[in-house]
């Protein structure tokens, strides 16, 4: 499985972007699709993730409420739409595929294949 991160930038607090993840190869094989973020400062932390068949979402206290994952399976693509944007928001954002169906969603560890990552830059 390949992950190819686009998308991001840079806005003002309050605005909005849009990372979207494109995937490809063993696309059957995935179970779980996962957004994860980085500063320098902090460890890599779980944003949101989405079941890849039944498309259920699950996201961090942080961003629930700003932010929606979806994907469109026929694409092979997952989307995050990041709304209501924070100074705190600012990180490296990583797209990730679970295929083996081992842990928790929010949990890295869980996942077997991971995107380059894309800069998010908010402003305040």
């Known amino acids: 499985v390949q992950l190819q991160a686009s998308g991001g930038g840079r806005a003002q607090a309050g605005g909005y972007l849009r990372v979207s993840c494109v995937v490809s190869g063993r696309t059957f094989e995935i179970i779980t699709m ?67 169906l081992e842990g928790r969603v929010i949990s890295e560890k869980s996942y077997d294949y991971w995107g380059q990552g894309t800069e998010v830059t908010v402003s305040s």
Do not use: H
């Open 34 to 100: 996962g957004w994860f973020r980085q500063t320098p400062e902090k460890e890599r932390e779980f944003v949101a993730a989405i079941t890849w068949v039944g498309g259920s979402p699950y996201y961090a206290d942080s961003v629930k409420g700003r932010f929606t994952v979806s994907r469109d399976r026929a694409e092979n693509t997952v989307l995050l739409q990041m709304n209501a944007l924070k100074p705190e928001d600012t990180a490296v954002y990583y797209c990730a595929a679970d295929t083996s």
